[in-house]
């Protein structure tokens, strides 16, 4: 079983969507640990609607390819049509950041996946989650790449959530897990 992260988004009918993607991998993953939620303006593009953004840690024994092919699946069944532009507002946008300690192109997907470190709707709440944990080629861990990160032009605070009955962040449920 590897440790599997996603990085979860969406810019429309945010509450619904990011609920119905942890309600989905819930159901077919089973534990989640998750990030709090974060609210950011988009990277990209102007089209003025903020994102909701998290990440999730999950344990799995699938292929990159399966999992990459689940996540379109479900982008697709809650709305994310495959023929929209790169930059554009989304119902759900499920990105496969690592898998493990694989790197390169495994089954056409990039890992680890290079928004990690680019982008700091993903790496606040990576960091948050897994503080302690190595990036798989950069080698350091993911706290220390956060403290480090010019996150100025990328402005994103964190927000309050809940999905089902509890409030976000749940690491609890992976928590000794998590540990390296």
């Known amino acids: 079983m590897a440790l ?3 990085s979860l988004g969406s810019n429309i009918e945010r509450d619904q969507h990011i ?3 942890l309600d989905a991998l819930s159901e077919t993953f089973g534990e989640l640990a998750i990030s709090r939620v974060y609210e950011s303006k988009p990277v990209g593009f102007e089209d003025g609607r903020n ?12 292929s990159v390819g399966e999992l990459q092919a689940w996540c379109k699946r479900l982008e697709a069944a809650n709305g994310r049509r495959k023929d929209s532009p790169k ?3 989304r119902t759900l946008d499920v990105d496969i950041l ?3 300690e694989q790197v390169g192109d495994i089954d056409g997907v990039s890992l680890p996946r290079g928004e990690i470190l680019h982008h700091a709707f993903v790496l606040w709440p990576m960091a948050e989650l897994l503080p302690e944990h190595r990036h798989p080629l950069d080698g350091r861990c993911y706290q220390e790449i ?8 990328q402005p994103l605070w964190p927000i309050e959530f ?14 000794g897990t998590l540990e390296q």
């Open 19 to 21: 609920r119905v993607c």
């Open 4 to 6: 599997v992260t996603l």
């Open 162 to 175: 809940h999905w089902g009955d509890r409030a976000l962040p749940s690491r609890a449920a992976l928590e």
């Open 51 to 62: 994102f909701y953004n998290l990440v999730v840690a999950l344990y799995s024994d699938w």
């Open 98 to 100: 690592t898998v493990g």
């Open 87 to 89: 930059f554009s507002p």
């Open 146 to 153: 956060w403290q480090a990160f010019d996150a100025d032009d």
